[in-house]
């Protein structure tokens, strides 16, 4: 599922790899990516990629379940730190913003110097040295969000069809299903109402923004 503010687009295909992604933006390449941090959704942003922070909470929780206590709570506890500013970041100023980005980075600095014991433990510091460029974008880049939950969200309903009917039964209806989840989820970013998101496609007219 591939999305901005105002357009969803839904893409069906038995893999996730690069050409997935490469297959759909063509050329085009955009300056800023979200995304978690799997192989093929690596490497396509012209300025800067922000690695969603809820995935990465639910690895660093995996090293604490595993037994790790020197590296894992602390970071557990600067991510939920970096979430909670950018939840205030409408209400800060940029050069408070970039205040508490410079913070989160000497943070993780203290962080990464600990020398764990535990093998998720070691796991983990060696992840967030390789991704450490990844992590706090968003604080000072009011564009981006800390987390890819936008699109988690807009693929529940199709994840939810799935269960209930176990799967497609041919190639053609995914797709069909595909185009219509983007159009609705379009229509829906832009205060259209499905059924009119529909139609206006149909008819072949634009989904213009009515609020």
Request: proline share 3%; net charge positive.
């Amino acid at each position: 599922m591939f999305h901005d503010r105002d357009t969803a687009v839904f893409v069906v295909d038995p893999h996730r790899s690069k050409a997935v992604v490469e297959g759909f933006l063509g050329e085009w390449r955009p300056d800023y990516w979200i995304s978690d941090r799997l192989g093929s959704q690596t490497g396509w942003a012209r300025k800067e990629q922000q690695f969603c922070l809820s995935h990465l909470s639910r690895d660093v929780q995996w090293a604490i379940d595993q037994g790790d206590a020197a590296l894992g709570p602390g970071l557990k506890g600067l991510l939920k730190r970096a979430c909670a500013i950018g939840r205030r970041r409408d209400g800060l100023a940029d050069s408070t913003l970039k205040a508490y980005d410079a913070d989160l980075n000497r943070r993780l600095d203290r962080l990464l110097s600990l020398t764990p014991t535990h093998k998720a433990g070691r796991k983990l510091q060696k992840t967030f040295k390789e991704i450490r460029p990844h992590l706090f974008v968003f604080v000072t880049n009011r564009g981006l969000t800390a987390t890819n939950n936008g699109s988690e969200r807009a693929l529940r309903p199709g994840a939810i069809y799935r269960k209930i009917t176990n799967g497609f039964r041919s190639e053609w209806a995914a797709r069909l299903y595909a185009d219509v989840r983007s159009v609705i989820e379009t229509g829906r970013r832009r205060c259209i109402r499905a059924i009119d998101a529909i139609r206006l496609t149909l008819q072949g007219a634009p989904l213009l923004r009515t609020a």
